[in-house]
């Protein structure tokens, strides 16, 4: 759990600072981790849902890609709708986690 959580605080840390204005722009709740196809349902899941928003406009967006590589879901469009996404690239390392998030548009 412990290396989960810091893989989860590392993806949502590099994905705050990626963003637009910087990670003042964001909080935490405006920034999910998931990995597609991990679902049987829409093809997608969404591996954080801390936010109080839900999530089905994430789920709905997240059709594209059949890569399992996890993905970041930026919720900047209002009422918890995906604004962007950002490919993640996230390796752990005995008590070390390092995670960068490519964030375009």
Not at 10 to 39: H, I, Y
Not at 67 to 85: A, K, N, Q, T, Y
């Amino acid at each position: 759990m412990t290396r989960w959580l810091a893989g989860r605080f590392a993806a949502k840390e590099a994905a705050r600072k990626a963003a637009p204005g910087g990670a003042a722009a964001l909080g935490w709740k405006d920034v999910v981790v998931r990995v597609p196809g991990d679902s049987e349902m829409d093809n997608a899941t969404v591996l954080d849902m801390g936010n109080s928003l839900g999530g089905n406009g994430v789920l709905a967006a997240a059709q594209e890609g059949t890569s399992r590589r996890p993905e970041i879901v930026f919720l900047g469009g209002g009422e918890g709708r995906p604004d962007r996404l950002g490919q993640l690239s996230i390796s752990h390392d005995g008590e070390y986690v390092v995670a960068t998030v490519l964030a375009a548009g």
